[in-house]
């Protein structure tokens, strides 16, 4: 738009000044008498300042899509070394609650996005499996708002291994491999794909973070 009006004025402007310069010659005469041309009417009535339409408003932008989840708001605190809140952080998160058997498991929605995963060589205590660093783009995933408590592993597993016992209370006395089948027998109830988090998953989730950096120490979030 500011190329063609630029374009239009220069082209205006070299037909005034090759109008206003030209002179009829001498000892011609017309048979008719010649209208005389003002620059009030030089200009066509579809081109007059008058008859030019303002733009169109810019529309508005659409809407941000609906969620498809219930959305729950959440606190995260910080402290210092003494245990003293220095600060509070609202948040918000999708969660799907998955019901079988009789019991229901929260899964928080964990959006996608990318992090600097593992340790700096300079870090205090650093072991050598935790580096070098690199970049990792984490697609979106869901994993459970609480540990896996005793009366959902009941509910799944026929059995309670813990030694504490408490339907609320996590379940404990389980290993890799029994989580493992957890997560199988829970994905054929259900009808979905259920694992345990990855390295890159657990450790994108993590609350204990800086600016897309992990902090093992020195921040105290909870």
Known sequence: MIWGGLAGGGFVTAILTNLLSRRPPENISTSQPTSERTPENIFPPETTPENISPPEPTPAPPPPPQSEFPIQTFTTVRVNRR????????????????????????????????FLMGSPETEVGRRDNEGPQHYVDVPEFFMGKYPVTQAQWEAVMGNNPSYFKGASRPVERVNWNDATKFCRKLSEIVGKKYSLPSESQWEYARPCRNNNTILFWGNYNV
Do not use: D, W
């Open 83 to 114: 245990g003293e809140i220095i600060s509070r952080l609202p948040g918000k998160a999708e969660v799907m609650t998955e019901n079988f058997n009789g019991v229901s498991l929260e899964m928080v929605k964990i959006p996608g996005g990318r």
